[in-house]
């Protein structure tokens, strides 16, 4: 059995907590020359933040129509402000303090979710979110994906895995909780690398871990390769495999955050079936009982 992030926050603050996508308007290193140029080879032109609110709209503004989306459902009022799309400490402290600041203040916001990679944390945006932190809990997903380099220079992640544990012990250090996002099904992989870097990320001392299976999108450098046969997408019984032994492999006091993830269907090139959300949680859901 496996604690999902539902049960965690129910515990935490006595009901269900929604998130709420938001953008802070940065882009990513591996777009903009930086590091490099079209970012990771799967991910879309929305930096991986298809449900996130438009960055033109203040903070507080994309936090109100954030709430309408889901009032109906939420009569008690808790939010995650999610900020998602690109890497959201990816600009100064003074660009980005009065965004996070803005989102905290919200009295509804009971946590400051922010999404980014491991080599855009700075010692001055470290001093900001324990600063915040102190305030409201902050999360800092960071987008990992692999523990296999030769995958990683396939995906154009653009650092190595020194730099992931590095951010990782200095997000640590300053209490900070900390989630990573792993991807299953990223080709040129096997089921045994993937459970490897599981192993690796629940070996690393982290709060949480997100599993997402990979998704091939319309537009991406990944559909390309996709389209010219280069790799298969994963079968949903494969996935659930690969599922099962991930969760043998995760802490008993690390929180799962997500146990598949949701593609854009309207880009959504592979695998289809996982456009059918209701029934693959529900196998999902099978699957667990079954251990």
């Given amino acids: 059995m496996y604690k999902s992030v539902n049960q965690y926050l129910k515990e935490k603050f006595g009901c269900k907590v929604y998130k709420i996508a938001l953008s802070s308007g940065c882009t990513c290193p591996n777009r903009d020359g930086t590091i490099g140029v079209g970012g990771c080879i ?10 996130a609110q438009e960055n033109s709209l203040p903070i507080r503004e994309q936090i109100r129509k954030g709430k309408e989306l889901v009032a109906a459902k939420n009569r008690n ?43 855009c ?34 995906i154009r992640r653009g650092y190595e895995r020194a730099v992931y544990d590095d951010a990782v012990n200095r997000l640590k250090a300053c209490g900070i909780e900390v989630i990573v996002h792993v991807i299953l099904g990223l080709p040129g992989e096997s089921k045994e690398e993937m459970l490897a870097t599981v192993k690796y990320v629940a070996d690393s001392g982290v709060n949480g871990i997100k599993l997402q299976l990979l ?12 389209e010219a046969g280069k790799f298969e997408v994963l079968t949903l019984d494969a996935y659930l495999d690969i599922l099962r032994d991930a969760l043998q492999l995760l802490p008993p006091g690390m929180i799962v955050h997500r146990l598949t993830g949701d593609g854009n269907k309207k880009e959504l090139i592979a695998p289809m079936w996982s456009a059918d959300k209701k029934r693959v949680l529900n196998e999902i859901n099978k699957m667990v009982l079954k251990k």
């Fill in 42 to 51: 799967f991910c879309s032109n929305q930096g991986s933040g298809d449900f």
């Fill in 215 to 226: 998704h091939v999108l319309r537009g991406t450098d990944l559909a390309c390769e996709y």
């Fill in 121 to 154: 944390i700075s010692d001055e945006m470290l001093l900001l979110l324990s600063e915040l932190n102190r305030i409201k809990p902050v999360w800092i997903e960071l987008g990992f994906q692999t523990m296999h380099e030769h995958t990683a220079r396939y």
């Fill in 77 to 119: 009022g808790k939010y995650i402000a999610y900020f998602q799309s690109f890497t959201n400490t990816y600009a100064s402290v003074e660009e980005l303090e009065p965004k996070f600041r803005e989102a905290i203040d919200d009295e509804e916001v009971v946590i400051l979710s922010i999404a980014t990679r491991p080599d």
